[in-house]
């Protein structure tokens, strides 16, 4: 305990003595941890913005047609798959979902958004916070997500106008915003969902699609009577339901098109990140270890062990790296304060908490070397005697 202590001491005493070196390296760590947690934050925003309406999903498998490869705008469903879906044993519901995009013209800068075509009532349709749902049939009702009401002010009670491709035209449709949902971020935009009718007569659509009001279904999300029956389930669905392919919610988000080539870019980005900052935490402690070679040779002569040495070495590397981190942190939260809601910046609690405990773990690691070679120093060498 009283080596403990002696090493408690000698570490922060020279750091209150070195005032403006530490500080110096604390607020190079401090950069590194407002970069990691950056990336950390933008990468989780970024995975929402494209798998948000999926993972939210009260479902546990999505049918999808045959070889589309689980890439939910290559599948298109017959209109009675979904009936046939529901008589499967194990089944407790299934929702068809219909996707497509356009843009909210009604505002000072038009918005483009996600408009989804889902039945209320059913998987697919997100509860309602605020408002109502909409009604069926061709009901020139809608029901935004948070996010269009984040950028763009509209709320529950105003009309919205939007433009559609119908064809080699522009149409502009009105529809009344009836309700308001949260967390359905679809495709890196903002979403909005309308009755299935409606949507098949809105949607942006080619000229051979004009010829046909029999709106098709991209997928259907699948509620289980028992979730821990996902396999067997899975299994009958297959063999009862001509033409399709059946997933679970994970399988479907990592086939979302470039959701996972964009996770790994970001977490290789994190790595990099974290690996600078291991060599230069590495680099400025060896570099105090070499200036202080004769120093720790005087306390080694006067009877101090290797072990007050060495906890000195790691004490003082590790608080200099939690202030770097704290001042990071802090600086992290000021500055996404002032990020635009369009920026997909998103603290995980979780992905945060990993990212500061690697961060308080390369400052030990990364001086690795300056602790074993302050260790090893030899008394009578340091001090030019041997």
Request: aromatic residues 8%; without cysteine.
């Amino acid at each position: 305990m009283k080596n403990i202590l002696l090493a408690f001491y000698l570490a922060l005493k020279e750091v209150f003595r070195n005032k403006g070196r530490f500080l110096l390296v604390s607020l190079v760590i401090a950069l590194i941890t407002l970069l990691v947690l950056f990336i950390a934050a933008l990468g989780e925003g970024l995975a929402n913005g494209n798998r948000q309406y999926i993972a939210n999903l009260d479902a546990q498998l999505i049918v999808f047609l045959e070889k589309s490869d689980f890439i939910i705008p290559s599948s298109r469903l017959e209109t009675n798959t979904a009936r046939t879906v529901r008589r499967v044993d194990g089944v407790a519901d299934a929702g068809p979902i219909y996707t497509s995009n356009t843009e909210i013209v009604s505002l000072q800068e038009p918005l483009k958004v996600s408009m989804l075509g889902a039945e209320p009532g059913r998987p697919g349709m997100p509860e309602i916070l605020e408002g109502r749902e909409f009604r069926g049939g061709e009901a020139r009702e809608t029901v935004i997500d948070r996010g269009v009401a984040i950028r763009s002010g509209i709320k529950v009670g105003d009309e919205i106008e939007i433009r559609s491709t119908q064809g080699t035209d522009d149409q502009f449709f009105t529809l009344e915003v009836v309700g308001l949902v949260d967390g359905q971020s679809y495709a890196f935009q903002p979403t909005i969902f309308v009755p299935v009718t409606t949507w098949e007569k809105i949607r942006p659509q080619s000229e051979a699609d004009l010829n046909s009001d029999t709106p098709y279904p991209n997928i259907i999300a699948v509620k289980l009577e028992d979730p821990g029956q996902i396999e067997l389930v899975k299994a009958r669905l297959l063999a009862n339901v001509p033409n399709i392919e059946v997933a679970d919610i994970d399988t479907t988000i990592n086939n979302v098109p470039g959701y996972s080539a964009q996770q790994g870019t970001v977490q290789t980005q994190g790595f990099f990140t974290l690996l600078i900052g291991v060599l230069v935490i590495g680099g400025f402690f060896q570099i105090q270890i070499l200036q202080k070679v004769p120093q720790i040779g005087v306390l080694k002569a006067i009877g101090s062990s290797n072990g007050v040495v060495g906890w000195a070495a790691v004490i003082q590397i590790v608080v200099v790296t939690a202030i770097g981190v704290a001042i990071g942190g802090g600086l992290t939260y000021v500055f996404s304060l002032f990020l635009p809601a369009t920026i997909p910046f998103v603290f995980d609690g979780v992905r945060s908490i990993a990212a500061v405990i690697l961060l308080l773990l390369i400052g030990p690691f990364g001086g690795l070397v300056s602790i074993i070679y302050a260790v090893r120093i030899e008394p009578l060498k340091a001090l030019r005697l041997g």
